[in-house]
Structure formats: structure tokens, C-alpha cells
């Protein structure tokens, strides 16, 4: 008789997103993530979390909020079971810190009881975070010993409240209460007929540690008047407490330039992160909608015959960061020695690209002081080195024939092209904030090539705004993408000096703070 086979077993992940900022989601957390083959998540985890997840990985949406039921936990539960018992690794992401208010002592039974291995990965609880970003201090030893967490809304089947707030009034310290938006004046009311004075200090912080962060600091009997004048909405954390008249309205959070701006991102897919970076320290949401993507050169031959030449050459001239990739990609495939690149000098468009180039330690001799085809011709020619001299351009299949001509007409140079990766149109509708973008709207767009605003033009019909959405301003590296912007009669606001990223910062930073 045959043995039967025994299944692996998987593994469940109660694992905590924290409130909002990726950030301050904890390295194991990450690493889960990264790794998992089943993620399951809901509607406050940031959906920035779920972009890391390895090919392949399944994605189940179990988010529940008042008017939106996905699945009830019964189902939750049956989920991780199945999967786990399939020999899967699962990482159940749960919105700040899941053994608070997330409902994961329910879920730990159900595990339990089915006999699945799990392990609780902890998260930064929502009013810790929020009152962190928000400036507002929980506790002091001389106003506040002592910090409460109560529920405003214990389980979104049930109306009524649980906890009795009454009662709370007699504790003392901070109150920190989450899930409370949707019961805020019947909370405030029980906690003043409890004997809270309605001039205790009081606040909501509401999408607490993101871009469009509010806060609203008041005392106990204002500040129902006050949230509704603010729009607050839910998520939110209401604070209670004397340490909370320490606060001001200002806080390093909100004080940042961009904070509040919606920048919307065009650079192809795996080149946005050290712009976005950038954007989001100074405090702005940043949208991901790739307009182009990077393509090889397909023609293998002709880079073959290039290469078996390469050291012919007097000059090499990269036409973009893009190319100088592809290009130093493509060469260490064929030659494996930065050695072998030989004697060339080089001229680079911009300051970006050459940061590609001296990745490899190699001395870049030219950069012109605008990065444009024009400039950069006129700058080579300005060496009186090209007469009768083989330069090789590095460029992508949308040539630089302004570049060319010039260095062939003007400087009397032997020019070759090699067109080393091919651009393409990448589709909208599959970018990952399309949605959002077309939703909410952006402060502004930033196109950082020609390609780029050409692909935003042709699916414009694909990017039509919903009522109320922000209409973006454009921003535009250099002059040339500046050029193609205005030919179709796209206005331009904002252009960097040059085409480093720091200067496309600094060109939002001062354009927002006029």
C-alpha cells in the first residue's frame, strides 16, 4: 500500500501595517510582505505595501468599513485557514497594530483551533502615530500620568456604543479614542455629563501620519463645531487630555513645503523611487502613472557591430540616463571589464546621466548647462575636437537628430548612432494610480521627457478627470520636453533648471511657496 503523501503546512502572519506612513512600518513587516505568497488586507493598510509583493503573490481584499462589507470575519477566518493548510505563507495585513482594536485575538483562535503556526508581527498603533505627526503630546508629568485607548465604534455591526464614557470622565489623563467619528457628538456629550469640563483640551486628528493629514485642537465643548467645520472624516483619533493644551497648530509634520500637494510621477516603472523619495520628504502624496516604458534594442546585430568598434571612437555622448543604463548593461555582456570601454571621452546631457556614468568610475569631460540636444551639440563643438573625429551617440529608437546634425554640419564630426533601448507608450490603464488620479486630480504632473508628454497626450481620453478633481499644473525637465508640452498646446508652470531631480524639487518647492 502506498504512503500517502503529507501536505506541507503553511504559515499565517498577524502582522501590523501601522497607521498610514509606509515608513514607519516595521522592517519584519516589510520583509513578510516581500515574501508571502498570500496577502490578505484590508481597507487601512496603505495600498503603497501591497506594490512590494513578489510575482505571483495573491492578493485578497477583506477590508471592512461602515457601509462596506467585503467579507465578514467568519470568512476572514476561513480564508487563512485554507490557504495556510494549502502549504501557503500568509501575511494577514491589518491597519496599525493588530492586538489593538484589529481584531486579532478572533483570528488567533480561529488559527488555534484549526491547529495553523502563526506568529504576531506588531505594528505603530494608529494614536501613537497620530498624535506624534500632529505634535500633540499624550502625556507630561505635571498634566497627564496616565493613557487610555477606547473604542468609539467596537464592532461596525452594531450601532450602539460599548464603552462607557461616562465613567472615562473620572480617569484622568489623555483619552484616546479610535473608531469614534460616527458617534463623536454622543461621545463628547457623555464625557462632559460625566464631569469633564468643556474647557479640557481636546483634538481629532484625522488620515493621521499621511500627505493630507488635518487636525483639529480645541477644548472638549467646541470641538464637535469645530470638526464639522473642518471636514474631518474618518479614519480618525480623538484626543481628550490636559497635555493636549501643550500642542500648537503648527508641527514639523505639517510645516513641510510640499505638505498637502498630490505630485503625480510619469517616469517608467522601477525609476520613480529616488524622486518620489524626494517629493515625499518634503512632504507630498505622490502618484505613480507610468507613461513610457524602456524597451532593449532588438536589433542585436547592429549593437554587435557597434561594440566590436567601440574603441574607434573619440568621443561617446549619452544622450540620456535611460541609454547610459541600457548602454553599461549591454557592455558588461559583452566585454565584462570596464577596460575595454578604452581611451573615449565623454559628454553626457545632463547631470543625472552622468551619475550613471560615474557609477562605473568613469570621468564625464562635458556637460552642457542646459540639458538639451542644442546645448549639448554646442558645447562639444565649442572643443574644437570633433573635426574628422568618430563620436558615437548613445541614444533611445526617438533620436536626437538635432544633436546629430549639428555635431555632423557644425562640428564636421563622423557620427554614429547607436539606438540602444526603444521607447514605448506605456498603457494607462494599467497604472498603478490611474484610478486615484483620475478620482482626486493632482497638484501637479511631472513629465520628465518628450516621450513622456507625447504618451500623456495620446491617452488623454483614458485620464478624463471626475467632477471635483484637482486640476494638475505641468512640470517639465528641461527645455526640450518644455517644447513638446507647448507644441500641443499643454501650458508649462514649473521647469527645473537643469535635469537633475533636485532641481525638479526645488522647482515645485519654490513654484507652491510663491
Not at 504512503?3 to 514607519?24: W, Y
Not at 503630546?137 to 468609539?152: C, E, K, N, V
Amino acid at each position: 500500500m502506498a504512503e500517502l503523501k503529507e501536505e506541507k503546512m503553511g504559515k499565517v502572519f498577524l502582522v501590523g501595517a501601522g497607521p498610514g506612513d509606509v515608513s514607519l512600518v516595521t522592517l519584519k513587516a516589510f520583509e513578510l510582505i516581500k515574501t508571502c505568497d498570500v496577502l490578505v488586507f484590508d481597507h487601512l493598510a496603505n495600498a503603497e505595501l501591497r506594490k512590494g509583493v513578489k510575482t505571483g503573490c495573491e492578493q485578497i481584499d477583506v477590508g471592512k468599513s461602515p457601509g462596506r462589507h467585503t467579507m465578514d470575519q467568519n470568512e476572514i477566518g476561513k480564508i487563512l485557514v485554507k490557504k495556510a493548510k494549502e502549504g501557503k505563507n500568509v501575511v494577514r495585513l491589518k491597519g496599525g497594530d493588530p492586538f489593538v482594536f484589529g481584531r486579532c485575538a478572533e483570528e488567533m483562535i480561529v488559527l488555534n483551533k484549526a491547529s495553523i503556526p502563526f506568529e504576531i508581527v506588531p505594528g505603530v498603533t494608529a494614536a501613537l502615530a497620530c498624535a506624534a505627526y500632529a505634535g500633540i503630546p499624550l502625556s507630561h508629568r505635571d498634566y497627564g500620568s496616565s493613557i487610555s485607548f477606547l473604542t468609539g465604534h467596537e464592532d461596525i455591526e452594531k450601532e450602539s456604543l460599548r464603552v462607557d464614557f461616562s465613567k472615562f470622565a473620572e480617569v484622568g489623563g489623555t483619552l484616546c479614542v479610535y473608531m469614534g467619528m460616527g458617534k463623536l457628538e454622543e461621545i463628547i456629550s457623555k464625557l462632559i455629563k460625566g464631569g469633564l469640563s468643556p474647557k479640557k483640551p481636546a483634538a481629532i486628528v484625522s488620515q493621521g501620519t499621511l500627505p493630507n493629514q488635518q487636525k483639529v485642537i480645541s477644548s472638549l465643548g467646541q470641538i464637535v463645531k469645530d470638526a464639522k467645520k473642518a471636514n474631518l472624516e474618518a479614519p480618525a483619533i480623538i484626543f481628550v487630555g490636559n497635555s493636549i493644551g501643550l500642542s500648537t497648530q503648527d508641527n514639523w509634520f505639517e510645516d513641510r513645503p510640499l505638505f498637502g500637494k498630490r505630485i503625480v510621477v510619469t517616469r517608467p516603472e522601477g525609476q520613480v523611487s529616488r524622486l518620489k523619495e524626494l517629493l515625499e520628504k518634503q512632504g507630498a502624496e505622490v502618484l505613480e502613472l507610468p507613461l513610457i516604458k524602456i524597451l532593449p534594442q532588438s536589433d542585436r546585430k547592429l549593437v554587435a557591430e557597434t561594440f566590436a568598434g567601440i574603441a574607434t571612437y573619440e568621443w561617446v555622448v549619452f544622450t540620456s540616463a535611460n541609454g547610459a543604463r541600457e548602454f553599461f548593461n549591454v557592455f558588461f555582456k559583452a566585454f565584462g571589464d570596464i577596460r575595454s570601454f578604452g581611451p573615449m571621452r565623454i559628454a553626457c546631457v545632463g547631470e543625472t546621466t552622468a551619475e550613471v556614468v560615474r557609477q562605473f568610475n568613469l570621468e564625464v569631460e562635458l556637460i552642457p548647462k542646459r540639458s538639451s540636444g542644442e546645448d549639448l551639440a554646442q558645447a562639444l563643438v565649442a572643443t574644437d575636437s570633433l573635426d574628422s573625429a568618430n563620436v558615437l551617440v548613445i541614444t533611445g529608437s526617438r533620436n536626437r537628430e538635432v544633436l546629430v546634425g549639428m555635431l555632423e554640419s557644425i562640428g564636421h564630426a563622423i557620427v554614429d548612432t547607436l539606438a540602444i533601448y526603444q521607447t514605448d507608450f506605456a498603457d494607462v490603464i494599467d497604472a498603478p494610480d490611474r484610478d486615484k488620479f483620475i478620482k482626486f486630480g493632482g497638484d501637479a504632473i511631472v513629465f520628465a521627457s518628450s516621450s513622456a508628454a507625447l504618451s500623456y497626450i495620446e491617452q488623454e481620453e483614458d485620464l478624463q478627470f471626475e467632477k471635483g478633481a484637482r486640476l494638475p499644473i505641468h512640470a517639465s525637465f528641461g527645455p526640450q520636453t518644455t517644447n513638446t508640452l507647448k507644441e500641443n498646446k499643454l501650458s508649462v508652470d514649473v521647469e527645473s533648471q537643469d535635469s537633475t531631480l533636485e532641481s525638479m524639487l526645488d522647482a515645485l518647492i519654490n513654484y507652491f511657496q510663491k
